[in-house]
């Protein structure tokens, strides 16, 4: 209980303080002014993740159809990253892709010397009886080099639908970057209640 007592002096700081920031840090995640979010049939999306050098990283891979399109039979997508700093460890299916049975695969290579490169494949193996998931499909991991240096990868796909390249500002497909922010001392935000 004295322990509860000394704390909440600097709980009501912390409080006051994250109050005091909270209208900037919403403010900068709302789109700007007079760029619309976009209408689109198909989105894939590859997560923004943080890990330490000599850490595995995990990046959530998400695909989305909107209601009344086209079934889609296979998804492809290509990223390249630096081999020094990641190297490609894993793919695990997610529960939606387990449902219908998607076949999941991921295969890296070598572009060149500096970097690799990750095909993911997504193909169901019976589109006419199956609905392509919509939401989280795979998860990627990765393990960051131990001396990696604090940077940022960029996880800019080439995406392939049914076996048709999407182009660069598809109208009907957005396709969303990921990225892998390496920190040797990330910073971690957490919440706590107190309650008596």
């Known amino acids: 209980?004295?322990?509860?007592?000394?704390?909440?002096?600097?709980?009501?700081?912390?409080?006051?303080?994250?109050?005091?920031?909270?209208?900037?840090?919403?403010?900068?995640?709302?789109?700007?002014?007079?760029?619309?979010?976009?209408?689109?049939?198909?989105?894939?999306?590859?997560?923004?993740?943080?890990?330490?050098?000599?850490?595995e990283v995990s990046v959530?891979?998400?695909?989305?159809?909107?209601?009344?399109?086209?079934?889609?039979?296979?998804l492809r997508a290509r990223i390249s990253y630096p081999a020094a700093a990641l190297k490609f460890n894993r793919i695990e299916d997610a529960y939606l892709s387990r449902r219908v049975k998607l076949?999941?695969?991921?295969?890296?290579?070598?572009?060149?010397?500096?970097?690799?490169?990750?095909?993911?494949?997504?193909?169901?193996?019976?589109p006419q009886g199956t609905q392509f998931p919509s939401g989280h499909i795979a998860t990627l991991y990765f393990n960051i080099a131990e001396g990696a240096a604090d940077q940022v990868i960029h996880l800019n796909p080439a995406v392939w639908i049914d076996d048709v390249q999407v182009k660069e500002n598809d109208p009907q497909t957005l396709i969303e970057v990921g990225e892998v922010r390496i920190a040797k001392d990330p910073v971690m935000v957490g919440c706590f209640f107190f309650s008596h």
Request: with cysteine.
């Open 1 to 55: 209980m004295a322990a509860c007592r000394a704390a909440a002096p600097l709980a009501a700081l912390l409080l006051t303080v994250a109050a005091a920031f909270w209208p900037l840090a919403a403010a900068a995640q709302e789109p700007e002014a007079g760029a619309p979010a976009r209408d689109t049939d198909f989105t894939f999306t590859l997560s923004k993740v943080i890990g330490q050098p000599g850490f």
């Open 60 to 74: 959530p891979v998400l695909f989305g159809r909107k209601a009344g399109t086209r079934n889609v039979g296979s």
């Open 103 to 126: 076949e999941v695969k991921a295969t890296e290579s070598s572009a060149d010397p500096a970097t690799s490169a990750l095909l993911m494949e997504f193909r169901l193996p019976d």
